[in-house]
Nanobody, 124 residues
């Protein structure tokens, strides 16, 4: 299974970016898909997850970011609106075929497969 993230770039504060993550191999529709981010010098942290039962978000992005998926395209998206400089980070997509509870899916260990990351830089 391979994950390829794209869509990052430089954006002004208040702007929007949509990230994409294409999954090849495996059965995409059976995966729970997550997005994480890692700011310079910081740990990788949870952003959002989309499961068969719904979506969940980190408090810091709730109301601004939306995770969605297109099973026909084997792709998960992260629509990021009202961006702030503190959203600057490398964003990673991740996948798991295991039916973990939500708490596990907010942790790095809840995923079996990871993409390479895409950098989002928000200027003030």
């Amino acid at each position: 299974v391979q994950l390829q993230a794209s869509g990052g770039g430089l954006v002004q504060a208040g702007g929007s970016v949509r990230l994409s993550c294409v999954v090849s191999g495996g059965t995409f529709r059976s995966y729970d898909m997550g997005w994480f981010r890692q700011a310079p010098g910081n740990e990788r942290t949870f952003v959002a997850v989309i499961r068969r039962t719904g979506t969940s978000y980190a408090d810091s992005v709730k109301g601004r970011f939306t995770i969605s998926r297109d099973n026909a395209k084997n792709t998960v998206y992260l629509q990021m609106n009202s961006l702030k400089p503190e959203d600057t980070a490398v964003y990673f997509c991740a996948a798991t075929a295991k039916s973990y509870i939500l708490t596990v899916l907010t942790r790095l260990g809840g995923y079996d497969y990871w993409g390479q990351g895409t950098l989002v830089t928000v200027s003030s």
